[in-house]
């Protein structure tokens, strides 16, 4: 059983169809008591980091979330579910706190000529740790999709998984222990993607055999 965090966010239902298209057991929480007994988490978003953080409050899953995290659930947060993981955001001069899982800011990509912001489209992800179990069977420098406008600026360089050049080389996917995040959409490639999150699954999957 994976718990998939209903927020509101807008790539809900895409993150939904790609898990069960893998045979897991999913289940859409919206209050804290939905994620017990799950022993992997995923965390979808799209649009403001503000949006999100409010959102989880209200519903007080941010703490919920983070207590699980802490108990050893195993975690997936997907674009703004990848950012929401560190202290703050520039978006919208934030003044609504993120997990501070992660230590580090969410910055803009700088204004410059040719470069398009939002960064809408296919793009490449090179591997810092080849040995991260979400990449296992998937080519270095692969190409994922990419919608954004934002992205994370971890202080611990050690949880970089994946880096991509979009005007700046910025952090792509982090992991550290049991938890992943992806500022791309996994769900958005089928083959590639889904690798992503069968590995994922696997993770879980090889929790519940040790306990």
Not at 137 to 166: L, R
Not at 168 to 175: G, L, P
Request: proline content about 6%; some cysteine; hydrophobic content about 35%.
């Amino acid at each position: 059983m994976i718990a998939l965090i209903d927020y509101g966010a807008g790539n809900l239902r895409s993150v939904h169809k790609a898990l069960l298209h893998l045979g897991v057991e999913v289940r859409l929480v919206t209050e804290p008591g939905g994620l017990d007994e799950c022993p992997g988490i995923v965390l979808p978003g799209v649009g403001a980091f503000d949006d999100c953080s409010i959102a989880l409050k209200n519903q007080a899953l941010m703490e919920a979330t983070r207590r699980r995290i802490d108990e050893g659930a195993w975690f997936l947060g997907i674009c703004v579910g990848y950012q929401i993981l560190f202290e703050r955001s520039e978006e919208f001069q934030s003044k609504s706190p993120g997990f501070g899982l992660f230590k580090g800011s969410v910055v803009r990509f700088p204004e410059r000529p040719g470069l398009k912001v939002p960064q809408i489209g296919w793009n490449q992800v090179g591997y810092k740790h080849p040995d991260c179990p979400l990449f296992k069977g998937i080519p270095d420098n692969s190409h994922f999709y990419f919608v954004h406008s934002y992205h994370p600026e971890p202080e611990d360089e050690s949880i970089v998984a994946g880096q991509t050049h979009y005007g700046r080389t910025f952090s792509s996917a982090v992991w550290k222990d049991r938890v992943f995040a992806t500022q791309f959409h996994p769900e958005k490639k089928s083959g590639i993607g889904t690798s992503a999150f069968e590995e994922f699954r696997g993770s879980c999957l090889s929790l519940l055999r040790i306990q």
